[in-house]
Structure formats: structure tokens, C-alpha cells
């Protein structure tokens, strides 16, 4: 993946990162109150009263003000793994303190560990979710220890009952963390796959049309300009015609090869058409922008395409346009670069135009 891509990509990874995150968030919240309505659903069916019963009552209630102080209060501004993983945690101090009043290692609660586990997976990745492990183990040691002497001796809070114990844990933990990398793995792909023009390698114009409202709203958000430039190749249809479409693609390759040479990590490039090409100039006026647009069509201009042994010229033409000189909305943006693509194709080709402005 081109530099270009990776750092125009940004924007993409951000927003996907977020929603990946509201999706687990969601997710989360569903599993806790889960839990909640398992142990109070234990706890009527056991339908004891003791001092047992109430401090697994105090709990719940301690539980339920955690959940609603994550999840309504908006005490957070968004989703973030560290707030996954605080809650995970508290899940653990939770069940542990479930377990110590209902049974500790034998109680029929154990299982619930799972639970934190399979999140803690899913979401948070090998290492924290090996730290999830060692903490449920900690657990289950206070568990262990705190359990009498007796039982201790002649139930499975054995050294090898308690082994046991915890071996299930540790291959859910394996197995979920190993399954979750491999979806990531898959999504990531079909993502990339879905965003990249499969010839060049650079964006299409679906990941383009993300990545250009966003930084159009950060734009209108902090008053600062941005560019679109549009670049047509002048010489396509006649590589095409003499010497075959494989050139054909040769020569968009090149063209997008000269093109990358003079942008910004933070310039997104992406391919608009058959031989059209867009460009998203963050923070960069129109002068700025015709100097880019300028720099591109020369540098192209003097890199000659090896076509069946020939040497041969290409040229590109530009239109440029920016924001807010030309426009308030994207779409108006985009429709003046193209406009002014127009003048410099319908002007001679090989050249570069600025909207409404007939001296470029």
C-alpha cells in the first residue's frame, strides 16, 4: 500500500475504528445486563435469606450503578478500548465478589469468568486479554484461599481441581482470541479491498467520498481551506488504440506513480474514473493547489511511457478548485474542478485550469 494511501487513510481507519467500537460497545452493554439478570435470576431460584444473600444483593446494586454510570451518564466523549477494558474489570471484581457469597470454586456462578474472557477477546486484543486471565486467576486463588480449610482439602479447590478449574478458561480465552484475530484479519482485507482501486492501488472514488465530507467538515469546522484538483489523462485512448489496453494500464500506473511525487502524506489520492484521477489538498489554497496541479502535469510530461520499445509522451490536463473560494459544499466544490478540467481539455489539453479564472 502506497504512503499516500496510508496516511490519507486516516480519517478512514478513525471513523471505522469508532463504529467497529459502538458495535462492541453495544455489544457489552447487552452482556452486562446479561449477567445482572443471571445472578439475580440464581438468587430468586435459590430463594435464601442470609447475610450471603444480602451482600449479593449489595452487589447487584453496586453492579447495575457502574453499568448506568458507563453506559447513560455520558460521562465519556466516546467509545475508547481503556473504557471496554475498565468495564471488563469491573465485571471480574463483580462476579468474584458473586462467587465469595455464593460458594466460592463451587459455586454454580464459576462460568461467568467466561463472559469477561469472550469480551475481553473479541475486543481488546491477545494482550489485554491475557491480563484478563491473570486477573481471573488472581481471583481464583482470594477464591481459593479464602475457602475452609476442609474444603480446601477434600473438594476440587485442590492444587489439581483448581488447575482444572482454570484450564477452560485459558483454551476460551486461546481458542476466542485466535478466532477474533482471524476476523480482524478478514475485515481488514474485505475492507481494503472495498476502498482500493484494484489496478493502481490507490483509493476508488467510495473511500475518496468518505474521506473528502470529513475533511470538509474539519475544514468548515476550523476555517481553513482545501483544494480539489482534478487530472484527466490526455493520452489514454490513443495508447490504448496503438498499442493495447495493457499499456493502457501502464500508463495510469505511471501517471499515478508521478502524481504521489509531489503530495503530502495528508493528500488523498484516489482514481474518479477511467482515466481521471481526484486530489484532496488539506489546508491549501488555489495558489497552492495550481502549483501542485503544475508540478504534477510537468513531472508527467517529462516521464515518457516504454510502450513496446517506444519512448512515448503522455500529458495530463488539470482543473482545480477550492473551498471556500469556489463553493460552500463539497459537491459544489467538486462540480467547479470538474468545470474547470473541462476549460483546460476543451483549451488545448496538457494544461491547467482554476475555476472562474481564465488567467490559469
Not at 447487552?30 to 442470609?50: A, K, N, S
Not at 471496554?84 to 459455586?107: D, N, Q
Not at 484527466?232 to 490513443?238: E, N, Q, R
Request: proline residues 2%.
Amino acid at each position: 500500500m502506497n504512503e499516500n494511501f496510508v496516511g490519507g487513510g486516516r480519517a478512514i481507519a478513525d471513523g471505522r475504528g469508532g463504529e467497529e467500537l459502538k458495535g462492541f460497545s453495544r455489544t457489552v452493554a447487552e452482556i452486562e445486563w446479561l449477567l445482572v439478570i443471571l445472578v439475580l435470576l440464581y438468587q430468586i431460584v435459590q430463594g435464601r435469606d442470609d447475610e450471603n444473600t444480602t451482600a449479593v444483593y449489595l452487589g447487584l446494586t453496586g453492579y447495575c450503578f457502574c453499568v448506568v454510570v458507563f453506559r447513560y451518564l455520558r460521562l465519556f466523549r466516546s467509545e475508547s478500548r481503556w473504557k471496554l477494558a475498565l468495564e471488563t474489570w469491573v465485571m471480574i471484581v463483580f462476579i468474584t465478589w458473586v462467587l465469595y457469597h455464593t460458594g466460592s470454586l463451587e459455586s454454580p456462578l464459576l462460568n461467568l469468568y467466561l463472559l469477561t474472557i469472550i469480551i475481553s477477546a473479541l475486543t481488546l486484543g491477545t494482550l489485554s486479554t491475557l491480563l484478563e486471565v491473570a486477573l481471573i486467576a488472581a481471583c481464583y486463588v482470594v477464591l481459593w484461599y479464602t475457602s475452609s480449610l476442609e474444603s480446601a482439602m477434600t473438594s476440587n479447590t485442590t492444587v489439581a481441581g483448581f488447575v482444572t478449574q482454570l484450564a477452560p478458561m485459558l483454551l476460551v480465552a486461546y481458542i476466542t482470541t485466535m478466532l477474533s484475530a482471524d476476523m480482524r484479519s478478514a475485515m481488514t482485507r474485505i475492507k481494503e479491498i472495498s476502498e482500493t482501486d484494484e489496478l493502481t492501488g490507490i483509493y476508488n472514488v467510495r473511500a475518496f467520498t468518505a474521506l473528502a465530507n470529513h475533511n470538509h467538515k474539519q475544514s468548515v469546522r476550523y476555517r481553513q481551506p482545501y483544494s480539489i484538483v482534478m487530472v484527466d489523462s490526455d493520452s489514454l485512448k490513443g495508447i490504448n488504440d496503438n498499442f493495447g489496453h495493457e499499456t493502457g494500464n501502464q500508463l495510469l500506473k505511471l501517471t499515478v506513480t508521478c502524481i504521489q511525487q509531489g503530495l503530502r502524506e495528508t493528500d488523498v489520492l484516489a482514481r474518479y474514473g477511467g482515466d481521471e484521477f481526484v486530489l484532496m489538498l488539506p489546508q491549501t489554497g488555489t495558489d497552492g493547489a495550481f502549483e501542485v496541479a503544475e508540478r504534477t502535469r510537468k513531472t508527467i510530461a517529462a516521464t515518457p511511457l516504454t510502450a513496446q520499445g517506444t519512448k512515448v509522451t503522455t500529458t495530463v490536463s488539470a482543473g482545480v478548485a477550492t473551498y471556500p473560494d469556489h463553493g460552500r459544499d463539497l459537491a459544489t466544490i467538486m462540480n467547479c474542478a470538474d468545470q474547470a478540467l473541462y476549460v483546460s481539455k476543451k483549451g488545448g489539453r496538457n494544461r491547467t485550469s482554476v475555476s472562474g479564472d481564465p488567467q490559469k
